[in-house]
């Protein structure tokens, strides 16, 4: 009674949840140049999806699956695989498995044990929005579907919908039993495995890490993110995991998404390149949204000016607490890390709107 | 279109949101609340008490007025200093009991008694003066001691020779004439209260000692550091309460002829409690005469009221009591939150809908067809120049820009290297021309129209006030952004002035109301006089003379169109359309020398802010709920320049596509084949060579021969 009085009020007031303030960027998240200022390893067209299984490091750009060979400061590839639709997850598991969610649908399987097995859905649900995926050993394939809305080109449609109908599964291969971890999930697109067994979870659109154990309700682990979550990587020596947040929160799309007329008007009317969303890229035309402190002043744009797309990686504790982060801000370029991974002592991450994947050094003494 | 967006149109064109606020930025808002009390309170003991309304009920009332009213006045000229004077009560006791005995026990003359009495009254606030303003011991204290020092003295004098001083001995006809007639039905106290009160009122507003007492009660400390005597201030406050304390005590001796022990208890509280009722803010410095009228008014009302309803004494001290706590409550939460709620309501957007954007995609055959070609302009100045609206040059090349600072800055043609302050105007300078003498005319944000003069440099203001609109709650009479102007052939100068709504530093708020705030002004030098030519534009910025002199364009920004008034021929005095769907925000045009106009567009429209235009409520919210750096705006950061002809038609279009080299345009200017560009937000001046442009027209000539 008293909850459903003040959900009301602060709905009136703008208050509680309803508020559209967001967190600060402070502590272990004070902004830096790191992300924009790192050299760069190797430019290809938009990067997504960086794995490794500790010898070999891939990445998917569009269709294709490239392989990275990394020698110091200069890179080279090579292509692996290509596919018939875009790359939208990666995964790299014991014995030579690599397996590949594609945005049109469905899990492809090269190399190792199960090469050329696809599969087309799991427990009577179509893989149409492949976001994440994890090996646990080589027959053990964990899942994390976005949406069973949108395919995972429709991320903004997604958010804008404030959906929350991801879930996650863990399947067995070949033969593809699977049992659901986690449903209603708002957007799951980051998986790692937690050091009790259980799993961690990436909820971008709620902003927070859940944790997954059997026969447990998801449990928040890390709430109020000022950014969308996307893909978790292990950091060296089962100290905690390497966040990468695809995009920033920000007051203005805070804002509307509590603006239903608003913003179903602009689902409906306006081009999704010109929403007001939050962008993997740096502004690319003159007509998408301006806001006031995003007005160049004497001819520069102020690093802190609001923005809807920003490159932040997190890296965080074994408690799952920030510890330390590398930022692209405003000003910069090299925005939307959707992935990272720590390899042969760097931290690399892919810039998918600047279009370049960076070699991070690590921080001295570690984190603790 | 949906049913909220025809209700949002209807509602715009029916409501007018935006009066509320205007409403509540004025400063007479503060006597709202006094007035509403007061209203209430005679409607209720109006409804509860019969005869309330009775012509002997009001004049007794008048009479006590004067008496309380006089009280009240002398402690809010305490207040409004900063102090307080709880003594009233007993100098109003004193005084009439001085009265009294002077007239009644030793037969003086009235006019003697009287002038006795209120000696006594200053005295006592003299007293209470030199200990609070020159030994700086605390008010409060201070006045309660004198409180308790003259009740005692008081009830002494009432204990041994009350009923002496009952009695009069003669009878004095200016005593008589005072106690119980009328002029017309208004007794004298009421017109000796009334008078005070303009006098008070005059003293308050117009004349430097009230000015005074204002500065001391706002800020000591600042009073002091601008060389006021603030404790001569102090004490002078004192002396006029104790002073008007004793006409209210003559008055109350007129009236009743007794003096007895309870004459004038707990006078200090309800004279206390009308002030801070009526909004003499307990802190000083704020309040006037009114707001004390209005307080006493109300005290009356209320405490004849439970007489009247036969309640006892001690409940009306306690009604008294629960006012002023709910008073001071009043004025403590409205002080602070006043400006809150203002900021909150001020800014009403409108329901506006544009028609569709043009396309601007590169390679497609729109007229606005993205290019490169302002990409390598030369830049003059980088990093020297902030704020340069609209550059403009002579005929010697000299270069002109307004700047942030307040001055206007020259820089010597033809290189465009070394520069000099041409001028120091004190405001931020806008749009600029030459008139037909080369003296430069400037429209200056938040000052008005202004002109340098060509041989002395001296800075003459031409206007910064027009006629005001009738309906117009603000005060739209003083110009508050003039933008742009031009010159006619006769001389007249037309400029437009952006938004009456808003001050410079807060234009953009005007882009999220979409209304018309803007006009079109003309300045004739003959007669001196100044009018608006065209009201309700939204934005009026940039203003051009057609070529033939006989009509003029101005740019609407917010609504994306360039208008044409007529200045003579058959359609005089009407305006026409002749662009009407920009894909950006037009600002500064100016004449071409192919006999089109250069128009500099400020920036681009964006889909989501068009679409935020037709959703007055979504925008409002965001304004109340949004950080105003994080406000959804109009795209300022690419901006574009255009030629068109007289038939509106595009003829040529000019970007630059990365926005880098000169981001935000705001003015093109053409000089000797080169095209001249400003922006507002930008530390340069930008160059552009103007392929075939005819190498030898400058503005000027082309306004006033090339003679000139």
């Known amino acids: 009674m008293i909850a459903s009085a003040k959900r009301l009020l602060d709905r009136w007031r703008g208050g509680g949840e309803h508020a559209v303030t ?101 427990g009577g649900r179509a893989l149409s929005c492949v976001t994440a995926l994890l090996f646990e050993g080589e027959d053990t394939l964990v899942v994390a579907l976005g949406s069973q809305r949108n395919g995972p080109d429709r991320w903004r449609h997604d958010l804008l919908q404030r959906n929350a109908s991801g879930s996650v599964w863990r399947v067995t291969l070949p033969g593809g039993q699977a049992t659901c971890l986690a449903d209603g999930l708002a957007w799951p697109c980051g998986l790692a495995a937690a050091p009790d067994g259980g799993l961690v979870v990436a909820e971008s659109w709620r902003n927070r890490l859940v944790g997954l154990a059997p026969g447990r309700r998801p449990a928040p682990l890390l709430t109020d993110i000022p ?111 959707t992935s990272c991974v720590e390899f042969g002592g760097r931290l690399l991450a892919t810039s998918k709107g600047g279009g370049v994947v960076v070699s991070l050094p690590l921080p001295q003494g570690g984190v603790r | 279109m949906t049913a909220s967006e025809i209700y949002a149109r209807w509602r715009t064109r029916l409501v007018p949101d935006h009066v509320l606020g205007e409403i509540l930025s004025k400063n007479w808002i503060d006597n709202a609340i006094p007035v509403i009390f007061l209203v209430a309170a005679i409607a209720v003991f109006g409804s509860i008490i019969p005869n309330f309304f009775l012509f002997g009920n009001l004049t007794d009332e008048a009479r006590e007025f004067g008496e309380i009213a006089l009280v009240v006045l002398g402690l809010t000229i305490v207040m409004l200093a900063g102090g307080i004077d709880l003594s009233v009560g007993s100098t109003f006791a004193l005084a009439n009991f001085i009265t009294l005995a002077l007239i009644n026990w030793q037969g003086w003359p009235a006019g003697a008694a009287i002038a006795c009495a209120l000696l006594a009254g200053a005295l006592v606030g003299l007293v209470n003066g030199f200990l609070v303003g020159y030994l700086r011991l605390r008010a409060f204290l201070t006045t309660l001691v004198m409180l308790i020092v003259i009740r005692a003295v008081v009830d002494t004098l009432v204990l041994n020779y009350s009923t ?108 206390l409690t009308a002030a801070v009722l009526g909004g003499i803010s307990l802190g000083g410095g704020r309040g006037s005469v009114t707001k004390a009228l209005l307080g006493a008014a109300i005290i009356l009302v209320i405490s004849n009221s439970l007489i009247q309803m036969g309640l006892r004494s001690g409940t009306n001290t306690l009604v008294l009591g629960v006012v002023l706590m709910i008073a001071v409550a009043i004025d403590v939460k409205w002080l ?56 403009i040059l002579d005929t010697d090349d000299n270069l002109y820009f307004g700047s942030r600072q307040g001055d206007i800055i020259r820089y010597f043609g033809p290189d465009h290297k070394d520069w000099e302050v041409y001028a120091h105007v004190g405001g931020m300078p806008l749009g600029m021309a030459f008139d ?37 709650i603000i005060d739209d009479s003083r110009l508050r952004l003039p933008d742009d102007l031009d010159v006619a052939p006769d001389g007249r100068v037309f400029f437009s002035e952006a938004t009456v709504r808003f001050d410079m530093h807060e234009w953009m708020v005007d882009a999220l109301e979409a209304r018309g705030n803007g006009r079109i002004i003309c ?24 070529h033939d002199g006989k009509s003029l364009f101005y740019a609407s920004t917010w609504s994306c169109t360039i208008e044409r008034y007529w200045l003579e021929g058959p359609k005089k005095g009407t305006t026409e359309t002749v662009i009407a769907d920009l894909p950006g925000y037009p600002d500064n045009i100016n004449r071409a020398s192919d006999g089109t106009y250069w128009l500099a567009m400020v920036g681009m429209r964006t889909p989501a802010f068009d679409l935020a235009l037709r959703k007055p409520g979504f925008r409002r919210r965001m304004v109340q709920q949004v950080a105003q750096d994080e406000w959804l705006f109009p795209q300022m950061n690419v901006g574009n320049v255009v030629k068109f002809n007289e038939a509106g038609e595009i003829v040529d279009c000019l970007w630059d596509r990365r926005g880098v080299n000169h981001p935000m345009i705001t003015s093109c200017n053409e000089h000797r084949g080169y095209l001249y ?3 507002i937000f930008n530390n340069r001046v930008g160059r552009y060579r103007i392929p075939g442009a005819d190498p030898n027209f400058t503005n000027q000539g082309s306004y006033w021969g090339a003679g000139k």
């Open chain 1, 22 to 122: 967001v967190p600060p960027m402070d502590g272990a998240l004070r902004p830096n140049e790191a992300i924009e200022e790192a050299p760069v390893l190797v430019e290809a067209a938009a990067p997504d999806n960086l794995a490794t299984d500790g010898a070999r490091l891939m990445f998917s750009s569009g269709a294709s699956v490239l392989e990275l060979f990394s020698s110091g400061a200069r890179a080279a590839t090579k292509p692996f695989a290509a596919f018939d639709s875009p790359v939208s997850a990666l995964a790299l598991g014991p014995g030579g498995s690599v397996a590949a969610g594609l945005e049109r649908g469905g899990i492809a399987l090269r190399g190792g044990r199960h090469d050329c097995l696809v599969m087309e859905q799991i």
């Open chain 1, 227 to 337: 950014g969308y979550p996307g893909r978790l990587a292990p950091r060296a020596g089962d100290a905690g995991h390497w966040l990468a947040v695809f995009a920033p929160r920000s007051q203005l799309v805070e804002f509307v998404l509590r603006e239903r007329d608003y913003r179903e008007s602009m689902m409906r009317e306006v081009d999704p390149c010109f929403w007001i969303a939050p962008a993997l890229s740096a502004a690319q035309s003159f007509l998408e949204p301006m806001q006031v402190g995003g007005l160049k002043q004497l001819g520069v744009l102020k690093p802190w000016a609001p923005t809807r797309s920003y490159g932040l990686v997190i890296g965080l504790d074994a408690g799952h607490e920030p510890a330390v982060s590398f930022h692209s801000r405003a000003s910069g370029q090299r925005h939307g890390v």
């Open chain 2, 164 to 271: 002496k001083v009952v009695v009069p001995a003669v009878r004095s006809p200016v005593w008589d004439y005072i106690s119980f007639e009328d002029i017309r039905g208004v007794p004298v106290a009421f017109i000796v209260a009334a008078v005070l009160a303009v006098a008070g009122h005059v003293f308050l507003t117009r004349l430097r000692p009230g000015w005074h007492i204002l500065a001391v009660g706002g800020s000591r400390r600042s009073a002091y550091n601008a060389g006021l005597a603030v404790r001569r201030t102090v004490a002078t406050t004192y002396v006029i309460s104790g002073t008007l304390a004793a006409a209210g005590g003559v008055f109350y001796a007129s009236r009743l002829g007794a003096a007895t022990a309870s004459t004038g208890v707990g006078l200090e509280v309800a004279a």
């Open chain 2, 336 to 391: 602070k939150n006043r400006f809150k709620v203002l900021s909150r309501v001020y800014v009403s957007p409108a329901y506006f809908r544009l028609p569709p954007s043009p396309s601007t995609e590169e390679g497609s055959d729109s007229p606005y067809a993205l290019n490169d070609r302002l990409h390598d302009v030369e830049l003059i100045g980088l990093g020297e120049i902030d704020a340069a609206e609209d550059p």
């Open chain 2, 436 to 472: 037909r003498q080369g003296d430069l005319l400037c429209c200056i944000a938040g000052m008005g129209l202004y002109k340098i003069v060509k041989e002395t440099r001296e800075v003459v203001k031409l206007t910064d006030e027009t006629n005001r609109s009738w309906l117009s």
């Open chain 2, 523 to 546: 300045y004739d030098p003959r007669d001196g006089s100044t009018r608006t030519v065209i009201p309700g534009v939204r934005f009026a910025n940039g203003i051009c003379v057609a």
């Open chain 2, 677 to 679: 560009l400003g922006g």
